[in-house]
T-cell receptor, first 114, second 118 residues
Framework: AQSVTQLDSHVSVSEGTPVLLRCNYS??????LFWYVQHPNKGLQLLLK??????LVKGINGFEAEFKKSETSFHLTKPSAHMSDAAEYFC????????????FGTGTRLLVSP | DTGVSQDPRHKITKRGQNVTFRCDPI?????LYWYRQTLGQGPEFLTY????????KSRLLSDRFSAERPKGSFSTLEIQRTEQGDSAMYLC????????????????FGPGTRLTVL
């Protein structure tokens, strides 16, 4: 079965500094991977997705992620954090069954200080 | 706003009562999913509809839970005889059945219904 592990439950950065949110995946085949963001009292929003095209995936709001098969990783990065980036981030893998349910990690809370 | 709406946004109920939630997916989307998110955790899959057919149910979905999607449009999730352990955010997502079988399309999530069972 597919699974993802988010290595940090909380990450704290200062505004203007780089962001790194770490995710490792486990999959028996070439996975489809996603990062979703959840702001308080708002729905889940897709940041980016990897579906076996380019290994470096660019998303919204300046985020990007790199798929590394050798390391089974899909880390999320952003060069410069903004206060509005403070939220919960989920690394997600698509199940390999026909109906493609999503399997979520436990989440990483990003805190951005002024 | 993704275009997926859920109603109500919040529900407080007493243990033992029945509750029903509604999800309206994006209009052309034929796939609909329900997930449950408890505090401090990521969402977990509950059930899946393709058009009006319920094709998959998680073991998390006990006999007290029932979901429907009449006519393949909106969906309802009912919980009978609620328990305190049912307190969670219930999320709905929708997407299109991909034209290419191997393709994975984006699931668009609604804002969720937060259930509190007292």
């Amino acid at each position: 079965a597919q699974s993802v592990t988010q290595l940090d439950s909380h990450v704290s950065v200062s505004e203007g500094t780089p962001v790194l949110l770490r995710c490792n995946y486990s999959s028996s085949y070439s996975p489809s991977l996603f990062w979703y963001v959840q702001h308080p009292n708002k729905g889940l929003q897709l940041l980016l997705k990897y579906t076996s095209a380019a290994t470096l995936v660019k998303g919204i709001n300046g985020f990007e992620a790199e798929f590394k098969k050798s390391e089974t990783s899909f880390h999320l990065t952003k060069p410069s954090a903004h206060m509005s980036d403070a939220a919960e981030y989920f690394c997600v893998v698509s199940d390999d069954t026909g109906f493609q349910k999503l399997v979520f990690g436990t989440g990483t809370r990003l805190l951005v200080s002024p | 706003d993704t275009g997926v709406s859920q109603d109500p946004r919040h529900k407080i109920t007493k243990r033992g009562q029945n509750v029903t939630f509604r999800c309206d997916p994006i209009s052309e989307h034929n796939r609909l999913y329900w997930y449950r998110q408890t505090l401090g955790q990521g969402p977990e899959f509950l059930t899946y509809f393709q058009n009006e057919a319920q094709l998959e149910k998680s073991r998390l979905l006990s006999d007290r839970f029932s979901a429907e999607r009449p006519k393949g449009s909106f969906s309802t999730l009912e919980i009978q005889r609620t328990e305190q352990g049912d307190s969670a955010m219930y999320l709905c997502a929708s997407t299109l059945l991909p034209q290419v079988r191997s393709r994975v399309d984006t699931q668009y999530f609604g804002p969720g219904t937060r259930l509190t069972v007292l």
